[in-house]
């Protein structure tokens, strides 16, 4: 589309499609934010481990891993809206136990049941919300809605965990947990009031389908044969298992080094989602100006010495900005490669690469998780995030000798699925009109 079409086009936040999902799936970030604080508190107040914290994330992280196999399977079959709404309310439903659990005593193995549950749901959600966005805007405003969608989910979170952080210390977390159930019904009721576009004619395939195993697989494959998106699955592997334990290790650092409360939490992860804000506001003029490769490459740069930072931190406000570089640089990494994605996949297989992807993406993550807090346990915050940091720069200098660094940006042209088609040759971006 040219840029004078894109110009007198009315703004996104006018689109009452898609204004009504940004409001309802805001409102669900702030109510997660909420589960974002308070599950790790249940666990740590209930048992003092921070290694405990870290298997129930390792735990739900490998149920997420083995409902995104078969995930994109379900969002290319069937309608993505419904899939989305049961997804919500089934989270509404377990999230809800709870805190009426919860009203008995601390039954900490009930987290070890829900929350696989709920994060298995969640990845079903996530992969059909990511392909979502495809039938919600034109092709060339993808980068821009998702740049305004992670801007709202992390403003919205700027108030959640300071709330939750409240409520924590006056109610318990198990009255935090039953806001983010109630938050499932707030999305499931934005959702039933929207209809999603359909695919293009010249964008489907033949309503054949296969065994589940082997339509993941034409998933994986496009996925693999992309140039630039198989090394940003390596890599993102890699960084996964570095740092998908972090929310744990930080929370532990707060509350057990730095003598926080449940409060000072609150404090230090809602200051530091302004990151998130900012991040996603920048994302899409840097993309555009600077292209994919230097975009991606310079933000998982600053997100090595942000979490090596951390640990060296002796300070609340000092680990609080280091934290809120680091979700800057983070949203900026993942929106630009959520971007790619969906720019260049065909809508028939969005849903299967995407799985595939977050299948592959977080599959090291729950081992991560358990690695990063016993050895925080063990041998500190400090040892434990310089190791992780370190890693990071690692994994954006690989990024440097990967089609990664010559993604570019190409402002008229041909369709960058056609592009990514000719093998061996990287796809090239699309500059997305803010």
Request: charged share 10%; glycine share 10%.
């Amino acid at each position: 589309m040219s840029r004078s079409v894109a110009a007198g086009r009315a703004p996104l936040w006018r689109d009452r499609t898609f204004g009504t999902y940004w409001v309802a799936q805001s409102l669900s970030a702030a109510g997660d934010s909420f589960a974002y604080l308070a599950v790790p508190l249940l666990v740590l107040q209930a048992t003092g481990s921070v290694a405990q914290m870290g298997l129930l994330t390792a735990v739900a992280g490998a149920a997420s891993v083995a409902a995104g196999v078969f995930g994109g399977v379900l969002v290319d079959r069937y309608d993505r809206r419904t899939l989305m709404i049961v997804a919500d309310l089934v989270r509404l439903v377990l999230y809800g136990l709870v805190p009426l659990v919860w009203l008995v005593g601390p039954q900490v193995w009930l987290l070890f049941v829900v929350l696989p549950i709920c994060e298995a749901a969640g990845m079903l959600f996530q992969v059909a919300a990511v392909t979502a966005v495809r039938n919600l805007v034109d092709s060339d405003r993808i980068t821009e809605a998702n740049g305004r969608l992670q801007a709202t989910y992390a403003a919205t979170a700027v108030l959640g965990p300071l709330l939750a952080g409240v409520v924590s210390a006056r109610f318990g977390p198990a009255v935090a947990i039953a806001v983010n159930a109630a938050s499932f019904a707030l999305s499931a009721t934005g959702l039933w009031l929207i209809r999603l576009r359909p695919a293009r004619a010249d964008d489907t395939a033949p309503a054949t389908r296969e065994r589940p195993l082997a339509e993941f697989l034409a998933g994986a494959r496009f996925l693999w044969r992309q140039p630039v998106l198989r090394a940003l699955t390596v890599l993102l592997s890699v960084f996964i298992f570095l740092t998908y334990g972090f929310t744990d290790v930080l929370i532990y650092h707060v509350t057990h080094d730095l003598g926080g409360s449940e409060g000072t939490v609150g404090v230090v992860l809602g200051l530091a989602a302004l990151g998130t804000v900012a991040g996603a506001l920048l994302v899409a003029p840097l993309r555009r100006r600077r292209g994919f490769g230097p975009t991606w490459i310079g933000a998982h740069t600053i997100c090595g010495f942000a979490v090596a930072g951390v640990g060296i931190a002796t300070t609340v406000p000092a680990v609080t900005a280091l934290t809120a570089v680091y979700l800057c640089c983070l949203s900026v990494g993942g929106i630009c490669s959520m971007s790619l994605r969906q720019e260049i996949t065909p809508d028939h297989l969005l849903g299967r690469v995407t799985s595939a992807f977050w299948s592959t993406h977080y599959a090291l993550g729950p081992i991560g998780a358990a690695a990063l807090t016993w050895a925080a346990g063990r041998y500190g915050v400090q040892a434990v995030t310089l190791v992780a940091g370190a890693g990071c720069l690692l994994v954006a200098v690989g990024g440097l000798f990967t089609p990664i660094r010559r993604a570019g940006v190409l402002p008229e042209g041909p369709p960058a699925a056609v592009l990514a088609d000719q093998p061996g040759r990287p796809p090239v971006e699309h500059s997305s009109t803010a």
